[in-house]
């Protein structure tokens, strides 16, 4: 049975669809939260990359990044994981019940160059 809004007979707004949010789509928002999450990106490190599998308004989120090092590489993929589920159920509507981190690559900071060429 339909929610028939007023006499003429028409469909309520929220009774006529759904929407769908596609899986890349999801991703997407993933990896740019997961961009903003980390305070000083790698110089010579890729963009972090997503990847989403969506159930109903469930999101399962696996991120790959690279960091500068030396970090704190627990407080960093705490707040990736943090920033993402925040911002997939702000953007998406979506409850995200796992954000998996892999860091791939670790790349030297300029202060850890330096102090490397000091030692030398």
Avoid at 67 to 84: E, F, K, M, Q, T
Avoid at 90 to 113: F, K, N
């Amino acid at each position: 049975m339909t929610a028939l809004s007023g006499e003429n007979g028409r469909i309520a707004a929220g009774e006529r669809g759904e929407t769908r949010i596609a899986d890349r789509v999801v991703a997407k928002i993933a990896a740019q939260a997961a961009k903003e999450a980390i305070d000083e990106p790698a110089a010579e490190g890729a963009a972090p990359r997503a990847t989403v599998t969506v159930h109903r308004d469930t999101a399962r989120v696996r991120v790959s990044l690279e960091l500068g090092y030396p970090c704190d590489i627990g407080r960093r993929c705490g707040a990736v994981r943090r920033r993402v589920a925040e911002r997939v159920k702000a953007l998406a509507g979506m409850e995200v019940p796992e954000v998996a981190v892999q860091v791939e690559r670790l790349h030297p900071t300029g202060a850890s160059i330096a102090a490397q060429g000091r030692i030398r």
